[in-house]
């Protein structure tokens, strides 16, 4: 059984997972955290954060590990190996990997701490920046039902959604089926916007009719302003979105799946990136379509 004085370890704080922090500590949890750059998590380790050296030491002294980095590779480099998390983490632990990952490495992960006596949950999110701050992050869980049913305290302080889809990889599987709805929403998002000021409408007053409508979608209500307001300040990196999209893409392949709004939406997004635009918010995809 988890209490407030459990510890928490946190290794990513990016831009999600630095107000993911915060919302744990605010909550009352002891949060003990490592990113490769220690000098991005300068205000959390200000704010009463403990910083621990090396992955090693999070997993060493922590209740419950969570992670969330960028890639799968890293998420491999972190669990796995002589200094990662499986290796040291405690019998007894938790650890939540809340990365947009391939649901055969989660897969993995189980196993391997299920061997160890640690118990393991794939847990993926969605809402971004905004999500992320405001503590209502949906979350996405595969694992077993009694290792969920520990850690809802946890998850109940990052988000409001939060439903358990089934076994190990169920999450990440949920994750890309989210992904791949918001890959051909993102194209007409920017679409309807260029139509309107086409059409010489003003899209700000246009996207107040049309967010209430059938049309209603968060990349309609929240990026959807920032992409006429010219604000490309990244909720979500078009990078991590290029990562989640070829894994989603890889994945329906091996399942026989034809996806064209995820391939299309995939190619407009590398051709973004190529740019230089692979550090910009996903908003920035209209850039596309106003050049």
Known sequence: MLTKQSKIGFIGTGVMGKSMVKNLQAAGYTVHIYTRTKSKALDLIKNGTIWKDSVAEVAKDSDVIITIVGYPTDVEEIYFGANGILEHAKKGSFVVDMTTSKPSLAIDIYKQAKSKGIFALDAPVSGGDIGAKSGKLAIMVGGDQS????????????????????????GQHTKLSNQITIASNMIGVCEAIMYAK????????????????????????????????GDFTPGFYVKHFIKDMTIALESAQEMGLSTPGLSLSLELYKELADKGEEDSGTQALIKLFEN
């Not at 290792?147 to 169920?170: H, K, Y």
Request: aromatic share 6%.
């Open 147 to 170: 290792a969920f049913n520990t850690l809802l305290p946890v998850f109940n302080v990052l988000g409001e959604n939060i439903i358990l889809q089934g076994s190990a990889g169920a």
């Open 198 to 229: 086409k059409a010489g409408l003003n899209p700000e007053r246009v996207l107040e009719s049309i967010t209430t409508g059938a049309a209603g979608s968060f990349s309609l209500s929240k990026l959807g302003p920032r992409m006429i307001q």
